[in-house]
């Protein structure tokens, strides 16, 4: 599995000592708040089995702190392989500083040089203001306005689509 390394961050595949990380991730309401409902744990505990054998999927941190920051995971589509879904989180600590950009940066890159996808899709509440600030700064450009597409905790929101193609960054 492969590591990416950045100016500041070290993106590493996830470890069975990251459990807890993640599970605190996934509990913390003002982050799950645009992503989904707060899962039980057991459904927690099958999603981070995924993500360790995820062949894509990675923990942040900085080269100077094994503290995690957050998670950014690519899934490429198996029946169109050269295409890539990714999402990510970054804890609240962290906002702000330009870590959620240049991970995304940073797992683009690797998208289209090391795994040979062409396009890589990202989807975004239209209220996670801070994301969409993150997903065109990063060169994405919004492809398509899903009205009230999705439902967290009986609340319908509306879903943006957002693309960056290879070389459009």
């Given at each position: 599995m492969a590591t990416i390394t950045t100016p500041r961050l070290l993106?590493?595949?996830f470890e069975p000592s990251d459990w807890a990380f993640f599970r605190s991730l996934r509990e913390d309401r003002d982050i799950m708040r645009f992503?989904?409902?707060?899962?039980?744990?057991?459904?927690?505990r099958r999603v981070f089995a995924a993500r360790l054998t995820a062949q894509h999927t990675f923990v942040i941190r900085t080269h100077d702190d094994d503290t995690p920051l957050g998670d950014i995971g690519?899934?490429?589509?198996a029946e169109f392989r050269?295409?890539?879904?990714i999402g990510y989180t970054v804890i609240p600590?962290?906002?702000?500083?330009?870590?959620a950009s240049e991970a995304l940066r940073a797992v683009c890159d690797y998208a289209f040089n090391q795994v040979g996808v062409k396009a890589v899709n990202a989807y975004v509440l239209a209220d996670n203001v801070g994301s969409v600030r993150v997903l065109e700064k990063t060169g994405f450009a919004r492809t398509q306005v899903l009205e009230k597409a999705y439902e967290i905790d009986g609340v319908k929101y509306d879903d943006w689509a957002y693309r960056l193609e290879c070389g459009a960054a």
């Open positions: 993106l590493t595949p992503m989904a409902s707060i899962a039980s744990e057991k459904e927690t690519l899934h490429v589509s050269e295409e890539a879904d600590q962290a906002q702000g500083r330009g870590i």
